[in-house]
């Protein structure tokens, strides 16, 4: 069974930065298009940003010039650089296939506040 974990999560101040990685398992990491996904308190869980196999990306238009998605497919890892965080991206980001195929790990919390 395949195993997600979100790391890089914290407390930033507006404008900060963050990293965040996700450490996946399983033999066909490489095969999926893969995603973050933010959840913020009393909303739905939203997609924020994909990357497929040939690292074609997409995003949202409000995190759109501010955070790149990125993948190791050797270490399967996925990665979020957010830049010129905003309060309103405040939320517990994970990652997972573009059609959530995998178990959905614990998450890591961003919280952006002065």
């Known amino acids: 069974q395949v195993q997600l974990v979100e790391s890089g999560g914290g407390l930033v101040q507006p404008g900060g930065s963050l990293r965040l990685s996700c450490a996946a398992s399983g033999s066909s990491f490489s095969d999926f298009t893969m995603a973050w996904y933010r959840r913020a308190p009393e909303k739905q869980r939203e997609v924020v940003a994909t990357?497929?196999?040939?690292?074609?990306?997409n995003y949202i238009d409000s995190v759109k010039g501010r955070f790149t998605i990125s993948r190791d497919n050797e270490m399967k890892r996925v990665y979020l650089q957010m830049n010129d965080l905003k309060p309103q991206d405040t939320a517990a980001y994970y990652c997972n296939t573009q059609g959530g195929n995998y178990v959905w790990g614990q998450g890591t919390q961003v919280t952006v506040s002065s």
């Open positions: 990357i497929t196999s040939e690292r074609i990306t």
